[in-house]
């Protein structure tokens, strides 16, 4: 059974510097990779989604890398900023097999301090 | 604008005191999801749906129901819920997962469910 996990399961960072969060998984026969945002008391936003032909992606400040064969992902955060304060998860979804479902990380959660 | 909408957003019942969450997307996606999210325990889902009349089991199903009689509603059921079914649950959509599975995932906002 799919395994993801998130270390560390909580950051903080002064307002400014550049971070990398990471994501493993335990099974590397995956589709694609998502990167969600998750604010308190708030849904999950779609971040970065990357197909597992694919080495990353880049959206503005965020660059999300992946290495399906040594099942990891990272997240890069570049000169991190107060608004980026969120907890962040990561998830696969499996390319092979009948479920058609995504495992999620347990997540990091982000604080930027100004 | 293109949302998820989860109605109640915060809930406070019974035990066996039957309730209903509903959920509705207006962006005509196929595939439709209910997750639950504890702490430690990250997100878990519990059923799914990839169109009209079609649901499955996901991780965690017992206890829980769903429905999916038309494209836009995703409705999850508790018939007889229990204190461990409190919870902060999130339903979620996206177009076809079946033959494009690279697909973003739109997430509700959110409904917390406490059971005493």
């Known amino acids: 059974k799919q395994e993801v996990t998130q270390i560390p399961a909580a950051l903080s960072v002064p307002e400014g510097e550049n971070l990398v969060l990471n994501c493993s998984f335990t099974?590397?026969?995956?589709?694609?990779l998502q990167w969600f945002r998750q604010d308190p008391g708030k849904g999950l936003t779609s971040l970065l989604l990357?197909?597992?032909?694919?080495r990353e992606q880049t959206s503005g400040r965020l660059n999300a890398s992946l290495d399906k064969s040594s099942g990891r992902s990272t997240l890069y955060i570049a000169a991190s900023q107060p608004g980026d304060s969120a907890t962040y998860l990561c998830?696969?979804?499996?390319?092979?097999?009948?479920?058609?479902?995504?495992?999620f990380g347990s997540g990091t959660q982000l604080t930027v301090l100004p | 604008e293109a949302q998820v909408t989860q109605n109640p957003r915060y809930l406070i019942t019974v035990t066996g005191k039957k309730l209903t969450v509903t959920c509705s997307q207006n962006?005509?996606?196929?595939?439709m999801s209910w997750y639950r999210q504890d702490p430690g325990l990250g997100l878990r889902q519990i059923y799914y749906?990839?169109?009209?009349?079609?649901?499955d089991k996901g991780d965690v199903p017992e206890g829980y129901k769903v429905s999916r009689k038309e494209k836009r509603n995703f409705p999850l059921i508790l018939e007889s819920p229990s204190p461990n079914q409190t919870s902060l649950y999130f339903c979620?959509?996206?177009?076809?997962?079946?033959?494009?599975?690279?697909?973003?995932?739109?997430f509700g906002s959110g409904t917390q469910l406490s059971v005493l």
């Open positions: 998830a696969v979804y499996p390319s092979s097999g009948s479920a058609r479902q995504l495992t």
């Open positions: 979620a959509s996206s177009r076809d997962q079946a033959t494009r599975r690279n697909e973003k995932l739109f």
């Open positions: 990357i197909q597992s032909s694919q």
């Open positions: 099974d590397s026969a995956i589709y694609n």
């Open positions: 962006m005509n996606h196929e595939y």
């Open positions: 749906s990839m169109n009209v009349e079609v649901t």
